[in-house]
Nanobody, 122 residues
Framework: QVRLLESGGRLVQAGDSLRLSCVAS????????MGWFRQAPGKEREFVSR????????DYSDSVKGRFAISKDTTLDTVYLQMNSLKPQDTGVYYC???????????????WGQGTQVTVSA
């Protein structure tokens, strides 16, 4: 059974950097798309970034473009989200998710991790 486990979230100050990790255990190659989403308090979950296992092309939401970088290590079945120049509005629970199709809608992702909390203080 495929499971996703995020880690790396913590309390940081504005301007700091943080790297999140998502380990996909039992990864089936058919779920080729890996995405990061986040949910701020009182808000809906939103797309942050995505990548596929088959190539290195990443995609980002406008709010994080130029500050965040998604990458992967196929030997470790792990996807990373490097977050730089963090802002208080980046605060939220960050989720890793897997999908069969390339998309930014959370309904396209049928496998989710439990989330990791990122808090950015001003």
């Amino acid at each position: 059974q495929v499971r996703l486990l995020e880690s790396g979230g913590r309390l940081v100050q504005a301007g700091d950097s943080l790297r999140l990790s998502c380990v996909a255990s039992g990864r089936p190659l058919s779920r080729n798309v890996m995405g990061w989403f986040r949910q701020a308090p009182g808000k809906e979950r939103e797309f942050v970034s995505r990548i596929t296992w088959s190539n290195d092309n990443g995609d980002y939401s406008d709010s994080v473009k130029g500050r965040f970088a998604i990458s992967k290590d196929t030997t470790l079945d792990t996807v990373y989200l490097q977050m730089n120049s963090l802002k208080p509005q980046d605060t939220g629970v960050y989720y890793c998710a897997a999908a069969f199709t390339w998309g930014t809608n959370e309904r396209q992702y049928d496998l989710w991790g439990q989330g990791t909390q990122v808090t950015v203080s001003a």
